[in-house]
DNA sequence: GTATGTGCAAATCGTTTGCAAGCCA
DNA sequence: TGGCTTGCAAACGATTTGCACATAC
């Protein structure tokens, strides 16, 4: 399994400084725009094209949140979940080896094999709640 | 907070009848498709407001599956998640005293307040784990 | 040089909405 | 009757895709 890489362009660079720079998820759409503030001037559809790979690589986070629409995030490796402000957006994330634990333990008992699980927690952050 | 009843229409009565016969979660298209079926001609725009109405309602839960639809399925009342089947969609309700504590205690950990939770489990079932 | 990436616009596709007509209370 | 519901078609909005051109390697 060769996983071939990508090749590096101007616009790939730029989506991956701005990645890391907002430590928060946000959509494609939400990307483009910034990266549209800091002149980097790069087509939606590419915005998204990298995304799509960077998330297939593993590479960024994705999330759905209530209206359907996809976020993004630059993530740390490893299997892991995500407490997000419902306010601001930031997001931390959390390992949850409670949860791990228990989501095998429940699928063993119904009889399911090949587990996955999708844990979130939302709320408001402690400067959100502070400021409502 | 007085929520008014909707009115007893033969569409509205349809979309119950289908999801007490239905366990599983499904699609808004697929229901449609399934009342079609059956003889009843409903209009899809009919079923999605019949449906987003009852989900508003707590009467159906919803799920959003990997490529952004929306699932509905007739659901128990009370907090509860789900066990789904990747293959054939069977949807187990599981209730998860362990989880709800840990989201809380994790959350006021993190200074979050205001949390709501997600936590859904997939795989495989007994079934289609066996006639894979 | 050539496979890959990009931009643009058009196409998709699930879902929502406007509006005139129908039906329940 | 009078307002809530429905159907249909058009509108929407996020995401994808076709294609000609640009570019990394």
């Known amino acids: 399994m060769t996983t071939k890489t990508p090749r590096t362009t101007k616009q790939r660079t ?13 959509t494609a759409q939400t990307l483009h ?3 549209a503030e800091r002149g980097d001037t790069i087509g939606l559809a590419t915005v998204y094209r990298t995304l799509s790979r960077m998330a297939a690589a593993e590479e960024v986070d ?4 209530s209206d359907g629409e996809t976020l993004y995030r630059r993530c740390s490796d490893g299997h892991h979940h995500h407490l997000v402000c419902v306010n ?3 997001a ?13 333990e429940t699928a063993a008992e119904h009889g ?21």
Do not use: M, P, Y
Not at 62 to 65: A, C, E, Y
Not at 92 to 98: F, L, N, T, V
Not at 112 to 132: K, M, N, P, Q, Y
């Open 88 to 90: 601001c957006g930031k």
């Open 112 to 132: 399911f094999t090949d587990i996955h699980h999708t844990v979130e927690l939302a709320g408001r952050c402690r400067d959100c709640s502070a400021s409502r």
């Open 33 to 35: 725009q910034l990266l």
């Open 14 to 26: 730029a989506v991956l400084e701005l990645l890391n720079e907002v430590n928060e998820f946000r």
């Open 62 to 65: 994705t999330l759905l949140n």
């Open 92 to 104: 931390e994330e959390i390992s949850a080896r409670a949860v791990e634990i228990w989501a095998q």
